[in-house]
């Protein structure tokens, strides 16, 4: 996709915001960590650059810094923030600290007939500021765009260059024509065209599969039924349909009714070569006596590679694809470098060497909401792209302590009648994720007029755009009180309903 944008990601927390707005906006991007090489950047063919924000001083030793080729490549930039006292600096101006910090709204006007806030109120607007240095003096050539009460130089602009610099946050909500502004940069500024769509990437997503993936290979996708790895299926079945095989393995440890619907949709509507295995009882044997989660998912990811390369080795596969998204492609190559590990879950890159098998990532230019697109695009059901995801392990980590196999009947269940009553109250699709977890514990209850001493179900709900965090959905009370109500009625040993009103962080989604 060449005459995008190439984002230089200083660390900040909203570079992933500024790539999804642009997008939004009709035009294709890629992050980049703000020190790449420029022939790493320019291999995509940007029209314009945008240097984002980050926690750094420019003064600070070791500051990161771009490649002065980027910024020498003659192209429209649009420096944010850190990016607008990285091209002060490095033009001549001059950028200080120790003034007061500003973090939060302020209210900002702009110049008259500067072209990045073409349309904007003139008698300005709010903007979201996060910052601790600041441009005291602008290099020269340059002019003042904007201003605040307490900041003289709040935006900065070369025309002749094609250089425009904010030191607000125009990707966040909290800044009012953010857009717009975007929007003349990326159009009135830049010169750049509207034409990244979804129709757009599946059919030149097509066409490279095909040419990638000429006579002699063979492809196999292990499908779960969740967004991405539907995607990625119905991409190649519409590619490559003859060299493709999906492989779904039934764990067990599956939500109700999960493997008659994959193989209604792959199978019956798509008519694809689906090959299912049913390995429950190998997976239930060896999580036999096993508590701990990070064990629990170690042992689930290990016999998964088995029971899927049991199943591949008839077929000759030459490939192997996986549903890897952008964000996950980001986080492995973050300026910021690689988080800590909280739990074992599918990494970028994170294929056995036993598998002997190139890698195919038809996703990992996407960020999730673009995936649900392309998945209608494909013609795929409703309840597949609306799906809630759903965790590699199963139903294993939302069962806190040892997996058995009467814990996975009473949880299924109650997850089943939890997310029924959600889609049945039209709540469901304002969820992220929502799910329930059976905990190690019994309580004393009254049920006709006996004592029992039964299970707790804990309910989690969270709303999210990218599960990097998330917040807890409020759930109005009438309708907690309707669901424990059904839950205590309809699922035989659960005797009391709890739910979960914890953030992440510090929580994670998953309670293991």
């Known amino acids: 996709m060449r005459g995008g944008v190439a984002i230089l990601d200083f660390g900040s927390q909203y570079s992933q915001l500024i790539a999804r707005t642009v997008r939004e906006l009709g035009v294709y991007c890629e992050l980049f960590p703000g020190n790449a090489r420029a022939s790493t950047v320019m291999r995509m063919g940007p029209g314009a650059v945008i240097l984002s924000g980050g926690p750094s001083s420019v ?41 007061r910090r500003e973090f939060g709204p302020s209210r900002l006007v702009p110049v008259p007939d500067s072209p990045l806030f073409a349309g904007t109120p003139a008698e300005g607007f709010q903007a ?22 307490s900041l003289p130089v709040a935006a900065m602009e070369n025309r ?54 000429g006579s002699g290979t063979h492809v196999v996708l292990g499908l779960s039924g969740g967004v991405d790895s539907s995607v990625v299926a119905a991409l190649l079945h519409e590619a490559i349909p003859s060299r493709f095989t999906p492989i779904f393995v039934d764990t067990g440890l599956l939500r109700a009714g999960e493997r008659e619907a994959v193989e209604a949709t792959f199978r019956g509507h798509f008519g694809m070569n689906l090959i299912t295995r049913d390995a429950s009882r190998l997976f239930l044997d060896a999580l036999e006596g096993v508590t701990d989660p990070e064990r629990k998912r170690k042992i689930i990811g290990a016999k998964f590679i088995e029971v899927f390369q049991e199943a591949a080795a008839p077929l000759g596969a030459t490939h192997l694809a996986q549903g ?77 302590g040892e997996v058995v196999e009467e814990d996975l009947e009473t949880l299924r269940e109650a997850d089943a009648v939890f997310i029924d009553y959600l889609r049945r109250n ?17 309580t004393v209850g009254v049920m006709g007029d006996c004592r029992t001493y039964d299970r707790v179900i804990a309910l989690r709900a969270v709303t999210s755009t990218d599960g990097m965090t998330a917040d807890w959905f409020r759930m109005p009370p009438e309708h907690l009180a309707a669901i424990s109500a059904e839950m ?8 009391r309903v709890v739910y979960d009103i914890s953030s992440k962080p510090p929580s994670t989604i998953e309670w293991e």
């Open 160 to 213: 002749a260059l094609r250089r425009f610099c904010v030191q607000f946050h125009p990707e966040v909500r909290h800044t009012e024509n953010g857009r717009l502004i975007l929007s003349n940069f990326l159009f009135g500024i830049a010169g750049l065209s509207a034409d990244w769509s979804m129709s757009a990437f599946r059919s030149s997503c097509v066409e490279g599969l095909r040419s990638s993936l």
């Open 324 to 400: 890897t998204l952008y964000p996950d492609v980001i986080e492995s190559v973050s300026f910021k470098g690689p988080s800590a590990t909280i739990k074992s879950h599918h990494n970028v890159g994170g294929l056995p060497d036993s598998l002997h098998m190139k890698l195919v990532e038809p996703l990992r230019e996407l960020f999730k909401d673009e995936v649900r697109c392309l998945g209608r695009e494909l013609g795929l059901p409703p309840e597949i792209i609306g799906r809630h995801p759903f965790p590699g392990p199963g139903l294993a980590v939302r069962i806190l």
């Open 59 to 99: 003064y600070d030793e070791g500051a990161p810094m771009p490649d002065p080729a980027v910024l020498e490549a003659g192209l429209p930039v649009l420096g944010v923030c850190y990016g607008m006292q990285l091209i002060a600096l490095s033009e001549g101006g001059r950028v200080e600290g120790g003034h």
């Open 488 to 495: 205590v009625n309809r699922v035989r040993g659960v005797n």
């Open 128 to 149: 979201w500021m996060s910052h601790g240095d600041r441009v005291v003096e602008i290099p020269p050539g340059y002019s003042v765009c904007a201003s605040t009460g």
């Open 426 to 442: 039209g709540l469901y699709d304002s969820i992220w994720q929502a799910f329930a977890v059976l905990l190690p514990v019994r």
